[in-house]
């Protein structure tokens, strides 16, 4: 039974360019969370995604979006990065209305 | 201003001894409560978990306790192996639906020494 899985696992980008990172989720499950980590930090919620929209939302700009596809996939997009947006990005998957959520590896991301 | 606070960055224990790790959080309205562990190159892997309905829930070496009252938990580890050696997330949630955010602290280190 296949885990969540994230690409790319490590990401280089300079500040101004726009990123995309996707997930698969667990099998099984339907919901799509996202969570950003910064150094010496606990991960921070940015958004969840249930029947391919985006139903809550932490406290991010508008530069992050996101999407989820038929298949309960998704993809995390960061227009104009900034060198703070410099972080392990994890991807977490559920099952709705009950279920624990569980993590994929994560995306490092570095903004130069 | 943190709602969930793990006030000891790291903790160090002798193979075979307990460790206890705390968890403190602000909002009444968290009811459900996690702890993951995270090993380096790897995302949080869920470890156990507890509702507010209760103030035990074991799983093996692995025991958390909740006093909501003073918005308080811990795990326990017991024995302590080299491998438990990793860094370890409380999280909460308002509800244990599979769509309700997680709020974490910033994780305790926790070593081994064999």
């Known amino acids: 039974d296949a885990g969540v899985t994230q690409s790319p696992t490590h990401l280089i980008k300079t500040r101004g360019q726009q990123v995309t990172l996707r997930c698969s989720p667990k099998s099984g499950h339907d919901t799509v969370s996202w969570y950003q980590q910064a150094l010496g930090q606990g991960p921070q919620f940015i958004f969840q995604y249930y029947e391919e929209e985006e139903r809550q939302r932490g406290n991010f700009p508008d530069r992050f979006s996101g999407h989820q596809f038929p298949n309960y996939s998704s993809e995390l997009n960061v227009n104009a990065l900034l060198l703070g947006d410099s972080a392990l990005y994890l991807c977490?998957?559920?099952?709705?209305?009950?279920?624990?959520?569980?993590f994929g590896p994560g995306t490092r991301l570095l903004v130069l | 201003d943190q709602q969930v606070k793990q006030n000891s960055p790291s903790l160090s224990v002798q193979e075979g001894r307990i460790s206890i790790l705390n968890c403190d959080y602000t909002?009444?309205?968290?009811?459900?409560f996690l702890w993951y562990k995270k090993y380096p190159a790897e995302g949080p892997t869920f470890l156990i978990s507890?509702?507010?309905?209760?103030d035990k829930n074991e799983d093996g070496r692995f025991t958390v306790f909740l006093n909501k009252s003073a918005k308080h938990l811990s795990l326990h580890i017991v024995p302590s192996q080299p491998g438990d050696s990793a860094v370890y997330f409380c999280a909460a949630s308002a509800a244990n639906s599979g769509n309700t955010p997680l709020v974490f602290g910033k994780g305790t280190r926790l070593s081994v020494i064999a």
């Open positions: 909002n009444s309205m968290f009811d459900y």
């Open positions: 977490a998957s559920s099952l709705v209305p009950s279920g624990t959520q569980y």
């Open positions: 507890i509702s507010s309905i209760k």
